[in-house]
């Protein structure tokens, strides 16, 4: 009875400690990851913890586990339009990219080593996929926007390419069981490629059949409030489980099965989403911390040198040849692909990864394992605490959508198509003085009621809103950030200063001749529609394209993606011209001394 009291008491103390080492580390600015590992690190038998753990296989099962619901509640986070924007270059990275990686980075591998070309290449396959668990909790932890179709292309990359990784892992796990080149053993491409193409169709076939489905149940299920976000999560490791049981790829039915459920309208939304959050948070805690306990720092270090030199390529070499070979066919221009290349985040998945093949018996197991360990760790070190710093140095960040103040948590039926979302007025909104019924609502938006200085205002006297009012309305979800943009004040958007400002319709041709912006003679359209020729997919406030030395910024825009303001931006900064002015300050200060 008391080792079950101190088991409670251990679990409890570790998710605790977690959370307040999470909340240390990011004062500090360090990657709330890198916290997480280093705790579980500290807790285990080399540590003041003293906790001995050494389960691998029990450890693999549970981080399957996380790692499912760590990536279904990213697919619940995806809108549709996140998936229209990014999905073309994000399945190129997920695939030829992790295969480009893989290649250059197991080709240093061995090299390093010196093990041979096929450990090499196994190597490169654990530590090729980024993760969705550190790019999730990057783009969400702190609030943090990206230009639409770069935090689009990393998001749904980091969510798919794990299938291709784990494929990747497996069969060169087979091949080194059968003897690899070494015994004579022939490697059968043509059914590797059939087994590549089975994982990747069941596991889609599954995540978008069962995903459509929990959606349908949910909103026909007459459940205590509670249940239903129980119910999702149950759902959502059977998927996870079915598809692996079938052969397919499990990790893409739990994302896919997200993505297809999210964008339903369900029954107890609000409430299934706030628990998923809340549950994702846990299982990457518990994941991370047992992946730290797993590990003897003291058998790290045979293998420290050649994993450092492993990372080393892959961040610097591997990752962004992949990414600038697979985004050539699309207009990214020269920073988005470097950020998008220094993104390439490690977390847990390497070192999942990794736990397969010393599972299955590979030779020279833990040296996989320590060197995915010491990759990761480097990643998050290098990477991980650079990127807010390079986000803005290179101007990625874009205004969030602002967050509807107060905004009710009202459960309407499933089939009624309209939320409810309440506001209190601030100083600075569009909507205070102007008459109530010369206010530009969205379709099928109403005002329900208006609550000034605690009293609920009878219709008859509706005639303007002042700062402070509190009200009610009710508007299809579609237009719930049309509806924000009129109602919450321009502070809460963070697009960066732009030196001037213009109407969506302003013809292009004036600017162009006034501030030396390249185009061509005949050019007759307007500044909105030139820009939103610049730009991939649907324009969304904050985007950004480069015309010579100066950029245009989409300042608003509509639901349809019409440009409604634009702003200029001159002598716009980029890589090449920070990096040489860096270059240029440290020839002085050297020149000095």
Same mark, same amino acid.
């Given at each position: 009875?008391?080792?079950?009291?101190?088991?409670?008491?251990?679990?409890?103390g570790?998710?605790?400690g977690s959370?307040?080492v999470?909340?240390?580390?990011q004062?500090v600015?360090?990657?709330?990851?890198l916290?997480f590992?280093?705790?579980?690190?500290?807790m285990?038998?080399?540590g003041?913890?003293?906790v001995?753990f050494?389960?691998?296989?029990?450890?693999f099962?549970a981080?399957?586990?996380?790692?499912?619901v760590?990536?279904?509640?990213?697919?619940?986070?995806?809108?549709?339009?996140?998936l229209?924007?990014g999905?073309?270059?994000?399945v190129l990275?997920a695939t030829i990219?992790?295969?480009?990686?893989a290649?250059?980075?197991g080709?240093?591998?061995a090299?390093?080593?010196?093990?041979?070309?096929?450990h090499g290449?196994l190597?490169?396959?654990i530590?090729?996929?980024?993760?969705?668990?550190a790019?999730?909790?990057?783009l969400?932890?702190?609030?943090?926007?990206?230009?639409?179709?770069?935090?689009?292309?990393?998001?749904?990359?980091s969510g798919?390419?794990?299938?291709?990784?784990?494929?990747?892992?497996?069969?060169?796990?087979?091949?080194?069981?059968?003897?690899?080149?070494?015994s004579g053993?022939?490697?059968d491409?043509?059914?590797?490629?059939?087994l590549f193409l089975?994982q990747?169709?069941?596991?889609?076939?599954?995540?978008v059949?069962?995903?459509?489905?929990?959606?349908?149940?949910?909103?026909?299920?007459e459940?205590?409030?509670?249940?239903y976000p129980v119910f999702?999560t149950?759902?959502?490791?059977?998927?996870f489980?079915?598809?692996?049981?079938?052969d397919g790829?499990?990790?893409?039915?739990a994302?896919?099965?997200?993505?297809v459920?999210?964008n339903?309208r369900?029954?107890?939304d609000?409430?299934?989403?706030?628990?998923?959050?809340?549950?994702?948070?846990?299982s990457?805690?518990?994941?991370?911390?047992?992946l730290?306990?797993?590990? &003897?720092?003291s +058998? #790290?270090?045979?293998d !420290?040198?050649?994993g $450092? =030199?492993? /990372?080393?390529?892959l961040i610097?070499?591997?990752?962004?040849?992949?990414?600038?070979?697979?985004?050539?066919?699309?207009r990214?221009d020269w920073d988005?692909?470097a950020?998008?290349?220094?993104?390439?985040?490690?977390?847990a998945?390497?070192?999942?990864?990794?736990?397969?093949?010393a599972?299955s018996?590979?030779?020279?197991?833990?040296?996989l394992?320590?060197i995915?360990?010491?990759?990761?760790?480097a990643?998050l070190?290098?990477?991980?605490? &650079?990127?807010? +710093? #390079?986000?803005?140095? !290179?101007d990625?960040? $874009? =205004?969030? /959508?602002?967050?509807a103040d107060?905004?009710?948590?009202?459960?309407?039926?499933s089939?009624?198509d309209r939320?409810?979302?309440a506001?209190t007025i601030r100083?600075?909104a569009?909507?205070?003085?102007k008459?109530?019924?010369?206010?530009?609502?969205p379709?099928?938006?109403r005002?329900?009621t208006i609550?000034?200085?605690g009293?609920?205002l009878?219709?008859?006297k509706w005639?303007?809103?002042e700062?402070?009012?509190?009200?009610l309305l009710?508007?299809?979800?579609?237009f719930?950030?049309?509806?924000?943009r009129?109602?919450?004040?321009q502070e809460?958007?963070?697009?960066?200063?732009?030196?001037?400002e213009?109407a969506g319709?302003?013809p292009f041709?004036?600017?162009?001749?006034?501030y030396?912006?390249?185009?061509?003679?005949?050019?007759?359209?307007?500044?909105g529609?030139v820009?939103?020729?610049?730009?991939a997919?649907?324009?969304?406030?904050?985007?950004v394209?480069?015309f010579?030395?100066?950029?245009?910024v989409?300042?608003?825009?509509d639901?349809d993606?019409?440009?409604?303001?634009v702003?200029?931006?001159?002598?716009a900064p980029?890589?090449?011209?920070?990096?040489?002015?860096?270059m240029e300050?440290?020839?002085?200060?050297?020149?000095r001394?």
């Open positions: 009875m008391d080792a079950a009291f101190d088991l409670m008491l251990l679990a409890g570790l998710l605790a959370i307040l999470g909340v240390l580390s004062r600015g360090a990657p709330l990851m916290a590992l280093g705790l579980g690190m500290l285990g038998e080399e003041p913890g003293g001995i050494d389960d691998f296989r029990g450890g099962l981080a399957s586990m996380a790692l499912a760590i990536l279904f509640d990213g697919g619940l986070r995806t809108p549709i339009d996140t229209r924007a999905y073309k270059p994000a990275l990219g992790v295969l480009i990686t290649g250059i980075t080709a240093a591998a090299l390093v080593l010196d093990s041979g070309w096929l290449l190597i490169g396959a530590v090729a996929s980024t993760d969705a668990a790019v999730f909790l990057l969400h932890q702190r609030g943090t926007e990206l230009r639409r179709r770069v935090g689009a292309s990393l998001e749904l990359e798919l390419n794990d299938p291709m990784a784990v494929f990747l892992t497996v069969t060169l796990v087979a091949f080194v069981q059968e003897g690899g080149v070494s053993a022939d490697f491409f043509w059914s590797a490629g059939l089975q990747m169709g069941v596991g889609l076939l599954i995540g059949g069962g995903g459509f489905l929990l959606a349908q149940v949910v909103n026909r299920l459940l205590a409030a509670g249940l999702v149950a759902s959502a490791l059977i998927l489980a079915v598809a692996q049981k079938l790829s499990g990790f893409l039915a994302y896919v099965a997200g993505i459920t999210g339903h369900l029954r107890a609000r409430l299934i989403r706030r628990f998923h959050d809340g549950l994702s948070w846990i990457q805690i518990m994941l991370l911390v047992m730290g306990l797993l590990v &003897t720092p +058998r #790290l270090l045979p !420290l040198i050649p $450092i =030199a492993v /990372a080393l390529v610097f070499i591997a990752r962004p040849v992949a990414v600038f070979l697979c985004l050539a066919p699309f990214f988005e692909r950020f998008i290349a220094w993104v390439g985040l490690r977390g998945v390497p070192i999942v990864l990794a736990m397969i093949a599972l018996g590979v030779p020279d197991g833990s040296q394992f320590h995915a360990f010491i990759v990761v760790i990643s070190l290098l990477q991980g605490w &650079t990127i807010p +710093r #390079l986000s803005r140095a !290179l990625m960040d $874009i =205004a969030p /959508a602002p967050e107060g905004r009710m948590d009202v459960d309407l039926a089939n009624f939320d409810v979302v506001y100083p600075g569009k909507v205070i003085g008459v109530i019924s010369a206010i530009g609502w379709k099928r938006t005002l329900l609550i000034r200085d009293v609920v009878p219709k008859e005639e303007a809103l700062p402070g009012d509190y009200v009710i508007t299809p979800p579609e719930a950030h049309e509806v924000d009129l109602m919450l004040t809460n958007r963070r697009i960066r200063p732009v030196d001037f213009f319709e302003t041709r004036g600017i162009a001749g006034a030396s912006l390249p185009w061509e003679p005949d050019e007759a359209r307007s500044v529609e820009l939103a020729d610049e730009l997919g649907r324009p969304q406030a904050g985007d394209a480069r010579g030395t100066a950029a245009l989409v300042m608003e825009a639901r993606g019409n440009i409604l303001r702003g200029l931006r001159l002598d980029t890589l090449r011209r920070r990096w040489r002015r860096i300050r440290t020839k002085k200060r050297f020149g001394s």
